[in-house]
């Protein structure tokens, strides 16, 4: 009983911290003004934070590396594990961010969006696939022969002698979207991340995502605090059992 009411309470503060968040991301969006993406382009706003929304302009989309998917904006993460003794290592070998570069227009002239930088930007995970290294693999590499391991349309090698041989390959995307909500600050005429948590960047509109927002959140903390509430009642009865 101890067990499921540890499991409760921390299920119950993710819930909590989670709704914090989203309550918090409600109010960012809200208080951040709205403006035309002609103004924003050229730097005629009076606020350090800006949101802008409209049609997305990219003639040369990304292609993500194992999928091959059309998008604005890929995560490439690819993590290897090893046993020493009972204790189970990790290393990430591979790790890429790229974004495309895209525009948001909504009829009043484009301004350039930089998502490098990553942030809020509703990813989707398009593959997610863990591959164990064949037996020979460091012999054949000390030959010469050594043959990547393959995720999709992505060739992983694995460096010589490395201790690894599982590999987990991760790929995330933001896929085209005919519209867009982003939300950072302007630089030099381009809207870029903002804060600790970078660019905002939604296909949903301001006003879905404040909806959507201010809804999550509810849901989390009554969650939150219901599972907390369980936890603490079952955690007190184990006690009193023990």
């Known amino acids: ?34 403006v035309p993406t002609g103004d924003a382009a050229r730097g005629a706003v009076g606020a350090d934070k800006i949101s802008v929304e409209g049609l997305v302009q990219c003639p040369q989309p990304l292609v993500s590396p194992v999928t091959g998917t059309p998008c604005l904006y890929y995560q490439l993460e690819v993590v290897g594990t090893w046993k020493e003794g009972d204790a189970k ?62 995720f999709g349309q992505y060739a ?18 933001v896929p085209m979207t005919p519209r867009a909500f982003a939300l950072g600050k302007v630089e030099q005429g381009v809207l870029t991340g903002a804060g600790m948590f970078g660019l905002l960047l939604s296909a949903k509109s ?28 079952v955690g007190v009865i184990s006690t009193f059992v023990g």
């Open 206 to 233: 301001r006003d879905e995502l404040l909806g959507s927002s201010a809804k999550n959140a509810k849901l989390a903390f009554i969650g939150g605090a219901a599972a907390s509430g369980v936890g603490l009642v």
């Open 156 to 173: 992983f090698a694995n460096p010589p002698m490395s201790k690894a041989n599982t590999f987990q390959c991760t790929e995330k995307i």
């Open 89 to 150: 290592k990790s290393h990430t070998y591979v790790q890429e961010k790229h974004a495309a570069p895209f525009m948001v227009d909504d009829g009043s002239g484009g301004v350039p969006i930089d998502a490098s930088g990553g942030g809020d930007l509703e990813l989707q995970k398009t593959f997610d696939d863990t591959k164990k290294e064949g037996l020979f693999a460091d012999l054949k590499g000390a030959l010469g022969r050594g043959e990547p391991i393959m």
């Open 1 to 34: 009983m101890g067990a499921i009411a540890t499991l409760l309470v921390g299920s119950g503060i993710v819930a909590l911290i989670v709704g914090g968040y989203l309550k918090y991301k409600g109010g960012k969006i809200a208080k951040t003004p709205l």
